[in-house]
């Protein structure tokens, strides 16, 4: 007799799809362990690149706001920086002024909101009204913001 029995055939694909079964479960296990890499990644770069931004501007401040005075701690940071975004105010203004105006004044705030994600708004000072808001970085856990006066 030549050939293979039926019940050979069924064991011999039987173990073949065993064999297949765990080198599927091993590559989505490898794909899953990549992705959450990536995205993690990819958060902690975001957020990086949001604490740059935030100490420049910080650095930048005519006055922190919001929080107050040690010990005092929230979820927010609040200043207030001159606008040097918009050329045209730059060139409008006088050179010997200062730069103490209202009208030139951002209020500049960052936040956690919503379990998630880290804001930045932004506002003319006067209006009190923050006119922009984008997002800086998402899967953000927390946000502390401490001032210690001088």
């Not at 007799?1 to 799809?17: D, I, N």
């Not at 701690?73 to 060139?91: C, M, V, W, Y």
Request: proline residues 4%.
């Amino acid at each position: 007799m030549r050939g293979f029995s039926l019940v050979e055939t069924l064991v011999a694909l039987l173990l073949v799809g065993i064999v297949f079964g765990v080198v599927m479960a091993l590559l989505n296990s490898g794909l899953r362990i990549f992705q959450d890499t990536n995205q993690r990644d990819e958060a902690a770069q975001a957020a990086n690149m949001a604490m740059d931004r935030m100490i420049c501007e910080l650095r930048e401040a005519i006055q922190v706001t919001s929080p107050g005075p040690a010990p005092s701690s929230s979820g927010q940071i609040e200043f207030i920086k001159a606008d040097l975004s918009n050329p045209a105010r730059i060139t409008e203004f006088p050179k010997n002024a200062a730069w103490d105006g209202p009208a030139f004044h951002l209020q500049v705030r960052y936040r956690f909101d919503s379990g998630r994600y880290l804001l930045r708004d932004v506002g003319v000072q006067q209006s009190g009204v923050y006119s922009e808001t984008s997002q800086l970085a998402d899967q953000v856990t927390g946000l502390k913001c401490t001032c210690r006066g001088q």
